[in-house]
């Protein structure tokens, strides 16, 4: 299991052919109080960079984008009664999608937590 | 001149402070070619004295309905609106506030948009209506484009009985929005219509009730037979003092409403400015165009209103938004709920039953006359009849004999080929006398054009 | 003395020991200003405030499956009541009437009350839009006349009257803009150029009329870089959507050029003609170049803001656009004025209708009865005053606030960023909600997006000196008080308020739209 992370500011946890999709938690403290989120429909095929998930702060609303491509097995409907959570656990209730990987050779271009925390620090 | 407050002596001061020479050192920015010293071609300054002269020229060459029996409907009615609604609203702190972006000092505006939007929930049987759109052809068109976003399909089906000017609107909007609109042509009695219309790409069917002639119609068949096709029902009104006494389009299963408030709190001003109002059902709410006011509480915990669900609108999602939309209608708002409140359920129910009688009165009358036939048989406050020749002539004659006998089809769809069809409406403003002027008229003219005929 | 009076009231006020004592009261209500329930928690279910003659209450057959059989929920008040209830809610509101409302980019401007009077003379409130137009012909010319003057004071040639705001406006220019493109078979544009300072509505109708949006860069001096404008344009752009001046408070001054690569690329220029309050009577956008430009007569024009409407936006088109605009059309010949309202004739080429009926004839009568109170020489003075007072404001908070574009003057608004705020803990929200506190609204906060934490400052022509240096001297006290570090001042505000801050994250999380006889229950249980 490894995690990875866009410049976008979504991580990506993968476990075999399976990825859990979120946003980190440098974002959702830029988004502020997270009060909506849309998340995607079973079944629904993204490609990497297409719309995935929709967040929603009372000042922001932000498109969510696929890190990798894969079809959507499995989506966090709880945080439709509790969207607070995105705030709360970023990366542990928070996440938006489970994803059936299509491409597994694209995590390539992502970056690790290492990385992705030095790229904070240039921002 | 009256209206600015800058002395000579002011102006000089402070372009010291500002360190300019002159006013022209502050439009330095301005290419030399396009800076203008001299006033443009058009009069000079003028004090209240002629101005209301001049405007109350202009005033005085326009027929008031209140001074001649009057009948035009089709969109716009004459209603009393009490006194004190116009007093209300013209409060400084009503009539010269911003939209309540700051809802610390904005709560008057607030709570009377979340007693606005409760009302119009209720009138219309929805679960939620937002804080009011420009006028109801617009609404309409808002509808039409949320219905193609939830329903993620592009085509329109506009019943033969919707408003020709909210066709026309939606045929711009929407259509410029990428919608596909098929309207029907015009019938006296045909919502049921767009049945015939639905396939697996029409997100919609919009339908009137009471609609252009007049007719009300029961729609609850038409959304469940809608929706069993995957389309929303977009139910639309332009009287909604009709909604007093007749079923709400919610109980009849509208997924969407789009209406004309004007009938309360605004009067005619000759077309505008109206207000729309816009209802939906609890879950598409986030699919909503226009401004929405929440309750909430305050840091100490007192109930207060806001803003909210601004995440839709264009001064954040920006070309995500759900419509392009920024000012609503706030002060035909505020006047219609004042109109409300004061007509509560009783008043507003015994208004309704007056139109309808008032109407009854006005079909029986109109139907003495040889030669005419109301079409309508459904109907609130307004018919439509035909008459033998050419409506729009017969209604020009009769306003050059003092009575505003309503509106001919042909002005609002003159290739429609109802060019001999007249729009009557009555309302609680609407005397015996009047409709017996009205009965009168009609039959002599008639009578006069008939022998004229026959001259010829 | 004879029959000295013992028993009367006191007549000075007695020194308390503790004169910041507060109390939270036992009705909620502060002094003058009342704690206002719902209209639902006051009215009655049986109450009203309207008497009908009595008519025969006629029910016919015909109606029968389609009456209300239940009850609808609507709470009626009686005339006194009705006019305590909407003016104790009207005390919690801010107004222009009241105090500087400087919301820059808005206009806050004082509304004229002979606007107000005009508007309600019962040959414009009282007529039906479809008369017959022999009987509305003062109403026809009062629309011919706004035009002319419109026209004028742009130097365009044809003018849209029926937009019923600046955002239906913009609407209705772009699909001008579109239809003149598709007359000349050119249908393959499909960019609409806007900068990033653009109003958000701007995208919003361009994304609306399908075109995709692209950013224009923006020079370090606020304005459009010319060099990325031009890189951008080609035979795919149908258009730029350029503000002017712009939401910086500053003119274009490469506008003249901007045009020029504009019309030399295919493409037309959209002036979001939001801030023509800074140049009204002075520079005549028609001689810049510009093909279509809205009016927000609720803006320059003084019709009332309303608590967020009606407004009104007409649109001015060039020559190449007029052909397209929207019905109807407003024709005035030897037999008078009549209106145009199919598509034929003159306007065989209309792209259609914007709504029902002929817009907004209120603000009309409104904004003409302000155009002729002016004149043209108080409209030219209209601009120099606007202009006059945000180079004021700049001048005299520049030493305690940082000028986002210290160099060279403002056109009607003054940008300020909160590069000043740094280390004090402020923000500029908090700023803001202090200047409440002292009485006054807010500026416009963080827009335009170009810098951060933005105050915009649009004082207008109708603040006096006097007033100008009352805001001005409670605003540098105020920044001081933050320079010093007076926090607690800032976090909590607004304190005087009719409320404190509300919180927007549970209102968005759970939302509450209407009234619902449950809650009340829930209430009352708790």
């Known amino acids: 299991m490894s995690t990875y992370f866009t410049k976008d500011h979504e991580w990506v946890t993968v476990e075999g052919d399976h990825a859990t999709v979120g946003i980190t938690a440098y974002a959702a403290d830029q988004l502020g109080d997270v009060v909506f989120v849309e998340v995607p429909e079973i079944g629904k095929t993204v490609t990497k960079g297409d719309p995935l998930a929709v967040v929603e702060s009372v000042k922001a609303a932000s498109d969510v984008y696929a890190p990798i491509s894969g079809e959507v097995v499995e989506a966090n409907s709880g945080l439709g009664d509790a969207p607070e959570t995105v705030n709360a656990g970023p990366e542990i209730g928070g996440w938006f999608a489970r994803l059936k990987v299509t491409k597994p050779s694209e995590v390539e271009a992502l970056m690790d937590r290492a990385a992705y925390e030095e790229f904070l620090g240039t921002l | ?456 | ?526």
Not at chain 2, 336 to 347: D, P, Q, V
Not at chain 3, 294 to 311: A, C, D, E, Q, R
């Open chain 3, 1 to 526: 003395m004879s029959s000295m009076n013992t028993v009367g009231r006191p007549t000075r006020p007695e020194a308390l020991p503790d004169s910041d004592y507060k109390h939270p009261t036992l009705t909620g209500a502060r002094g003058l200003l009342q704690d206002e329930p719902l209209l639902f928690e006051v009215g009655g279910w049986d109450k009203t405030g309207v008497d009908f003659p009595d008519a025969p209450a006629e029910t016919s057959h015909e109606l029968e499956g389609l009456l209300r059989t239940a009850p609808i929920g609507l709470p009626g008040l009686s005339e006194p009541e009705a006019m305590r209830h909407y003016v104790r809610l009207s005390q919690k509101n801010h107004a222009i009437d009241l105090a500087i409302y400087p919301l820059g980019s808005c206009t806050m401007k004082h509304n004229p009350r002979l606007n107000e009077r005009m508007a309600r003379l019962p040959g414009f409130a009282d007529v039906h839009p479809l008369q017959p137009q022999s009987t509305v012909q003062g109403a026809i010319q009062v629309m011919d006349t706004l035009a002319h003057w419109l026209k004028t004071l742009t130097g365009m040639p044809a003018v849209a009257l029926s937009p019923k705001a600046g955002a239906h406006g913009e609407l209705c220019g772009l699909l001008a803009i579109r239809a003149a493109h598709e007359a000349k078979g050119d249908a393959a544009r499909r960019v609409v150029l806007a900068p990033i300072s653009a109003h958000g509505t701007n995208p919003a109708t361009a994304a609306f009329v399908g075109y995709d949006v692209q950013d224009i860069a923006q020079t370090a001096d606020g304005r459009v870089d010319l060099a990325d404008l031009e890189a951008k344009l080609g035979p795919h752009v149908a258009a730029i959507m350029v503000t002017n001046p712009n939401t910086c408070g500053l003119f274009e001054r490469d506008i003249v050029e901007i045009a020029r690569l504009t019309h030399a690329a295919g493409a037309y220029f959209y002036c979001d003609g939001a801030n023509f309050n800074a140049i009204v009577g002075r520079v005549r956008p028609g001689d810049l170049g510009v093909d279509a430009m809205h009016i927000n007569l609720h803006k320059t024009f003084s019709t009332p803001h309303g608590g967020g409407g009606p407004g009104a936006g007409p649109v001015v088109l060039s020559e190449a656009l007029a052909p397209f605009a929207p019905k109807p059309w407003v024709l005035h010949d030897d037999n008078g004025f009549s209106l145009l309202e199919e598509s034929e004739g003159d306007a065989a080429h209309t792209f259609g209708r914007m709504c029902a009926f002929h817009g907004q004839m209120g603000m009309f009568t409104r904004a003409l009865t302000y155009m002729m109170s002016h004149g043209a020489d108080g409209l030219k003075q209209v601009a120099e005053d606007a202009v006059l007072n945000a180079n004021y404001i700049k001048a005299t908070l520049g030493d305690v606030m940082s000028a986002s574009f210290p160099d060279g003057p403002c056109m009607h608004e003054a940008l300020f960023d909160d590069t000043w705020l740094e280390g004090t803990g402020v923000t500029t929200l908090d700023f803001a909600k202090a200047m409440i506190d002292e009485g006054f609204h807010p500026m416009t906060m963080y827009f335009p997006l170009v810098v951060h934490g933005a105050m915009l400052i649009e004082p207008t022509e109708t603040e006096s000196k006097a007033e100008l240096d009352r805001f001005v001297h409670a605003l540098r006290a105020l920044a001081e008080a933050a320079k010093a570090g007076e926090v607690e001042r800032f976090k909590g505000a607004p304190f005087h308020a009719p409320m404190k801050r509300l919180d927007e994250t549970l209102a968005a999380r759970k939302p509450k739209l209407r009234w619902r006889p449950v809650d009340a229950v829930a209430m009352a249980a708790e």
């Open chain 2, 1 to 456: 001149m009256r209206y600015l407050p800058l002395t000579p002596a002011d102006r000089a001061e402070m372009l010291r402070v500002i360190g300019a020479a002159t006013i022209d050192d502050l439009f330095v920015d301005v290419p030399k070619s396009a800076r203008r010293s001299e006033p443009v071609d058009l009069p000079r300054v003028a004090g209240e004295i002629e101005v209301e002269r001049a405007m109350g020229l202009m005033a005085g060459k326009n027929r008031v309905a209140g001074s001649a029996p009057f009948f035009c409907g089709a969109g716009a009615y004459r209603h009393h609106v009490p006194a004190s609604v116009d007093h209300l609203i013209q409060r400084s702190e009503f009539l010269t506030s911003y939209t309540p972006y700051q809802p610390e000092i904005a709560q008057g505006t607030l709570q009377v948009l979340f007693e606005f939007q409760t009302q119009v929930a209720a009138l219309t049987g929805m679960d939620v209506a937002n804080a009011s759109l420009y006028d109801g052809s617009t609404a309409t068109a808002e509808s039409v484009m949320m219905a193609g976003r939830i329903t993620r399909r592009k085509k329109a089906v506009l019943s033969p009985g919707l408003h020709p000017h909210y066709a026309e609107t939606v045929m711009t909007i929407a259509h410029a929005a990428g919608m596909e609109i098929e309207v029907l042509p015009l019938a006296v009695d045909g919502e049921a219509q767009v049945l015939d219309h639905l396939g697996d790409d029409v997100a919609c069917v919009v339908v009137q009730t009471p609609n252009l002639f007049g007719t009300a119609t029961d729609v609850t068949a038409i959304g469940e037979k809608a929706r069993a096709a995957g389309a929303l029902m977009v139910v639309v009104t332009t009287e909604v003092v009709s909604l007093g006494m007749l079923k709400s389009p919610g109980e009849m299963g509208a997924d969407i409403v789009a209406a004309e408030g004007q009938s309360i709190g605004v009067g005619l001003n000759f077309g505008g400015p109206y207000i729309g109002l816009f209802a939906c059902k609890e879950k598409y709410v986030r699919q909503a165009p226009g401004r929405l006011c929440g309750e909430t509480v305050d840091a100490d915990g007192r109930r207060g209103f806001v803003l909210t669900l601004s995440t839709r609108e264009q001064h954040i999602r920006r070309d995500k938004a759900t419509s392009n939309i920024c000012t609503n209608s706030g002060l035909c708002a505020l006047a219609w709920t004042i109109h409300m409140s004061l007509l509560g359920e009783a008043g507003l129910r015994r208004m309704a039953q007056i139109n309808h009688a008032k109407a009854h009165q006005l079909a029986r009358a109109v139907a003495q006359v040889p030669g005419v036939e109301v079409l309508t048989t459904r109907f609130f406050n307004e018919i439509a009849v035909r008459v033998p020749g050419d409506a729009a002539e017969l209604v020009q004659t009769l306003a050059d004999n003092g009575v505003l006998a309503g509106v001919p089809v042909s002005r609002l769809a003159p290739r429609a080929g109802m060019n001999d069809v007249i729009l009557l409406a009555a309302t609680e403003t609407t005397t015996d006398a009047e409709i017996e002027i009205l009965k009168r008229a009609m039959t002599r003219i008639l009578k006069e054009r008939a022998a004229a005929r026959e001259y010829a």
